[in-house]
């Protein structure tokens, strides 16, 4: 009863019910706070996985050290690394065009981002085939195994966002910064940037310690 | 690429083939009658009264919170009901084959049950109950309730709740086909390592049940992120965090822990998918696989899955409690933060489940003393029920006796926990029956909760109180079951008998299995109760109607609205000055129902699209399960481009004119004034 | 969602994106992945070092990213965002961290080193006999 004897109210005066229909909620924001705990979701599906690196990473051994050397192949990650990033910073643009209201300027951004991103996944499959023409496929052990899981699920993701992307040049074609446009633009941003984090951590954990374990 | 397969393959069929129909055993074939009469008597009464049109409309494309709610409890009882005749098929197949004389029947060499068929019917058991009964039950009440005592129109995603709902049916139904087309997982319904890899189960089952978990986690994924976001960003203005009712604040913590845990078990699902499929080695017990990092995983998830199923069960014994007591919750301030504490802690407990493992004793102390740390939150809960009640004018309705069976047997469960949570005692009888009788304890405690939930909140959504005669007959039945079962399994269990017994070796232990098969009578004898409940209840509906507080007690704002609700909820968006914003308002005299100028309100429009997304998910998990690529391949496909289309619909809101809604209004106050009420 | 009446491209959201930050993100980023790719250059460095170093490296680049390209703060905006973040952070080390730590002492206690075994930190070499001492019938 504690909240409801300490405050003192006239029946007449009391605004017991609001007028209008939204009552002051922020769809936009809603949106994204969703579409955030979705990306939250997926982190700790990584976090999962990357639990799971640790553990199998005891029987690293089984994997001769010249075939790790192929599998970490450093160099070439941190070729993958720019390119991501460069795509993120894309994306970027865009958003500070969609700020303008720049039609333009987000699409370059988009496109630009778009373009980065297959030549990310361009590299990333080529590795694979070379890997397993190879012989070094994930089957061979569970480290193997948890270390193409990790890569080619973040490749996964990535080719969801150049679809998303290419969907979403479709829909600001047709429509323009409509509110449904500018919540899907803010959400892409959301999983294109939230993708960099991500391969921070690959690339440091899996691609440059890998060699050491 | 796809991993070396046992057995005949084709690309049409992939496995599937007539074998797959398991026609020559009597019990799958008795159930299929069963369910094929059940089926047509179904579709026989929708097309009979011409209700198709109406149940696609009003029903499968909603976007409805409270429908979609409503549909989730409906699923629930009906896997309540097959997880049900699962526990009578175990109990009495372990009353049946006690000692080496003990006769055998349809081919089983004791009882009547082969091995191989019980292990199905127990994980079948295990995993309906918790993934397919609890958690849609609870997930529909809070479907239903959430958004109302916050002041919400609906959820912050209809859409994305109509989704969830479907892919859970879609993981219900997958379930339900195991039954005919092929067998389910036979080896537990958390499952074992490396058993549930391919050379060890190479059949259908494991599949199936990978992929129903797996569709499921999905489902209750989406469901959370909704609740969450609808909770944080969808209050009505004036209600502040420490004004939110308690149910409430149960769903919020119960829902953060399924959006942190489910990404986990989907990770550990998957890897068994790849080892199954692909032919790794996450899981394996050779190849560098480690078969401990799937119940790592599992119980990471595993653990926080048996609290998101109780924080909502806590729920709601809060609000019936007051309710029924005539007092404001004792604690508020203390009821949140157990709560959350709970919920924190949940996240560093899950060893407990296997103690056994040989991890290192400072590893096993951590465990145990987190695990005893879940007694403090939960201990000052019970005292503040306690204390809700004490110098109360307590009322003996029927949610109130459900929500005092649910505080009993918290006790109980809750004391065996704590005995189970030595790591020294708990290798004394891991994995036997009293471990068994113990969770079962906890999961009665959420069923009554559940129980008590829908007699309470009922009223509210159809606008009609449930009878109490039949009602009662039905609680106490249920309450003389729960005590003939597992006070007898508590005993085994101390007398160290070991789970998923399908042939009981002590004869003395005989006389325990039939007591306990008394009790399963006794929980028969309710089911028919609970259907004579219904049945009366929903005969006598125009003499039970109610108007919008049939309690008289009620405190939030799900009781400031019609019963039943109308599909806007609230004609105004009410505003909030108090905790227990309904009871303030009648104390200060301003308990009225809104005005009369009466404004458009904007509302999500129905959509046919989670339908056709749940059954392309079906269509896909089934495909899966028989490795029919080209049928997987198509789903998978025809799944993103529905999706992507979806996103260029332009219409999904619809606008309710303000002349109807002051029709929907006045016809409420109509109903309301012409019968007696309460 | 389509009918709010107010011009989407005015929320806080749309606003909070600033082409310097973006810039300054990706100079950051490269520049701390090219020092640790420069540490990991020839294997020089001892395991340990390398490993603790990098991951700092690491924790350098995420945080510059979730201020940077996450936004996350204290605004009226995205204040649920960061909560939401801070809520599933411990989570995140709570379950490796005890993952890690777990499969630690059970490596030691039951496995056998592996044939060609190089390892590095998190977990040492179990000594094969010790092991096999200590091994428990587990369930």
Excluded at chain 2, 217 to 243: H, Q, Y
Excluded at chain 2, 365 to 383: A, E, N
Excluded at chain 3, 62 to 81: D, G, R
Aim: charge should be positive; include cysteine.
């Amino acid at each position: 009863m504690s909240a409801s004897t300490n405050t003192r109210m006239q029946p007449g005066s009391t605004v017991l019910w609001e007028k209008g229909d939204a009552a002051g909620h922020d769809a936009l924001g809603t949106r994204t706070f969703g579409f955030w705990l979705y990306m939250l979701t997926d982190a700790m599906v990584y976090a999962a996985l990357f639990a799971a690196f640790g553990v199998l990473a005891h029987n690293a051994g089984l994997t001769s050290k010249s075939m790790l050397a192929s599998v970490f192949d450093a160099q070439a990650a941190y070729r993958d690394t720019i390119v991501l990033f460069a795509s993120v910073l894309a994306y970027g643009y865009a958003m500070v065009a969609l700020k303008k209201g720049s039609r333009t300027g987000v699409a370059i951004g988009i496109i630009v981002a778009t373009i980065l991103g297959v030549i990310f996944l361009n590299m990333v499959t080529g590795d694979l085939e070379h890997l397993f023409s190879q012989g070094v496929v994930p089957q061979l052990n569970g480290f193997l195994s948890i270390v193409f899981t990790l890569v080619i699920y973040h490749a996964l993701h990535i080719v969801v966002g150049v679809l998303w992307m290419l969907v979403m040049l479709m829909q600001m074609g047709r429509d323009g910064f409509t509110s449904n446009v500018v919540y899907r633009l803010i959400n892409l941003r959301i999983f294109w940037h939230f993708q960099a984090v991500i391969w921070v951590f690959l690339f440091v954990f899996v691609y440059l310690q890998g060699k050491v374990i | 690429m796809f991993v070396h397969l046992q057995g005949p393959w084709n690309p049409v069929w992939g496995r599937l083939s007539l074998q797959a129909i398991p026609y020559q055993n009597p019990i799958l074939v008795g159930t299929f009658l069963f369910a094929m009469i059940a089926a047509l008597a179904i579709v026989g009464a929708v097309f009979y009264f011409r209700a198709g049109p109406y149940l696609w409309r009003e029903w499968f494309t909603t976007v409805d919170h409270k429908k979609i709610g409503v549909m989730y409890c409906l699923l629930g009882l009906v896997m309540l009901f097959r997880g049900f005749i699962d526990a009578l098929m175990i109990r009495s197949q372990q009353a049946m084959a006690v000692g080496p004389h003990s006769p055998g029947y349809l081919g089983a060499l004791h009882g009547y049950l082969t091995p191989f068929h019980i292990g199905q019917v127990y994980t079948a058991h295990g995993l309906i109950m918790v993934v397919f009964a609890a958690t849609p039950l609870l997930v529909g009440i809070m479907n239903i309730v959430v958004p109302l005592q916050i002041g919400a129109r609906d959820m912050a995603y209809p859409y994305l709740n109509a989704l969830g709902f479907w892919l859970t049916a879609a993981a219900a139904a997958l379930v339900m086909l195991s039954l005919f087309v092929g067998n389910f997982a036979h080896g537990g319904w958390y499952g074992f390592l490396p058993y549930f890899e391919l050379p060890y189960s190479p059949g259908v089952g494991v599949d199936y049940w990978m992929w129903a978990f797996q569709l499921s986690a999905i489902g209750t994924t989406m469901g959370s992120i909704n609740l969450i976001a609808t909770i944080v960003k969808m209050r009505a203005p004036g209600m502040t965090w420490m004004r939110m009712p308690i149910f409430t604040w149960a769903s919020l913590s119960t829902n953060l822990i399924a959006l942190t845990s489910f990404p986990v078990l989907m990770v550990s699902l998957a890897l068994l998918g790849l080892d199954r499929y692909f032919g790794t080695h996450f899981y394996t017990a050779g190849q560098g696989g480690n078969l401990m990092l799937y119940n790592d995983l599992f119980w990471v998830w595993g653990h926080p899955e048996v609290y998101f199923l109780i924080l909502p069960a806590f729920g709601m014994m809060s609000e019936i409690i007051p309710t029924f007591s005539e007092k404001t919750l004792f604690g508020y301030a203390t009821m949140v933060v157990a709560s959350f504490a709970i919920g924190g802690v949940s996240w560093g407990v899950w060893l407990h489940h296997f103690f056994t493992m040989a991890a290192e004793p400072s590893v096993n102390s951590f465990y145990s003393v987190t695990t005893m740390l879940v007694g403090i939150p939960t201990g000052v809960k019970v005292f503040n029920w306690i204390f809700t009640m004490y110098r109360g004018r307590v009322r003996f309705e029927l949610p109130m006796l459900w929500a005092l069976l649910a505080l009993f047997l918290l006790l109980v469960g809750g004391m065996t926990g704590m005995m189970n949570a030595f790591a020294a005692s708990d290798y004394m009888w891991h994995n036997g029956v009293f471990v068994v009788a113990h969770f079962h304890m906890m999961v009665l405690l959420i069923a009554s909760s559940i129980f008590g939930a829908v007699e309470y909140w009922f009223p509210k959504v159809f606008g009609f109180k449930l009878e109490q005669r039949w009602g009662k007959w039905f609680f106490w039945f249920m309450v003389l079951g729960t005590a003939w079962v597992f006070v007898p399994m508590f005993i085994l269990g101390f007398a160290g008998m070991t789970r998923r017994l399908d042939y009981v070796p002590v004869t003395q232990w005989a006389p325990y299995l039939r007591v306990m098969l008394v009790g399963m009578a006794f929980y028969v004898v309710a089911l028919g109760f609970f259907v004579a409940h219904l049945y009366v209840s929903l005969r006598d509906r125009m003499k039970n109607r109610v108007g919008a507080d049939p309690w008289g007690t009620t405190r939030n704002l799900e009781w400031m609205t019609h019963s039943p609700v109308p599909a806007y909820n609230f004609a105004f968006i009410p505003r909030v000055h108090a905790r227990d914003e309904w009871a303030w308002r009648k104390e200060h005299g301003m308990a009225n129902l809104g005005n009369e100028s009466f404004e458009d309100i904007h509302m999500p429009r129905n959509t046919g699209v989670p339908v056709l997304l749940g059954a392309l998910s079906f269509a896909l998990c089934f495909a899966l399960v028989w490795r029919i690529w080209w049928l997987a391949a198509a789903c998978l496909g025809l799944v993103v481009l529905v999706i992507i289309l979806r996103s260029f619909a332009r219409k999904t809101d619809e606008v309710i004119p303000a002349t109807t809604v002051a029709g929907v209004e006045r016809a409420a106050q109509d109903a309301l004034a012409s019968p007696a009420r309460g | 969602m389509t009918h709010s009446a107010e011009n989407p491209l005015h929320h806080p959201e749309v606003h909070q994106a600033s082409l310097s930050g973006y810039v300054a993100n990706f100079l950051i980023t490269v520049l701390v992945m090219t020092a640790a790719l420069w540490l990991a250059r020839d294997n020089s460095l001892p395991a340990g070092s390398l490993v603790g170093w990098t991951s700092l490296l690491a924790l350098v680049a995420v945080l510059v990213q979730a201020y940077l390209l996450l936004h996350m703060n204290w605004s009226k905006a995205q204040i649920w965002h960061t909560v939401a973040m801070i809520l599933f952070v411990p989570l995140f080390v709570v379950m490796i961290g005890l993952t890690m730590w777990m499969f630690h002492g059970l490596y030691q206690r039951t496995a056998i080193a592996m044939p060609h075994q190089t390892m590095a930190a998190p977990m040492h070499p179990a000594p094969a006999a010790s092991a096999a001492a200590h091994t428990v019938k587990a369930a």
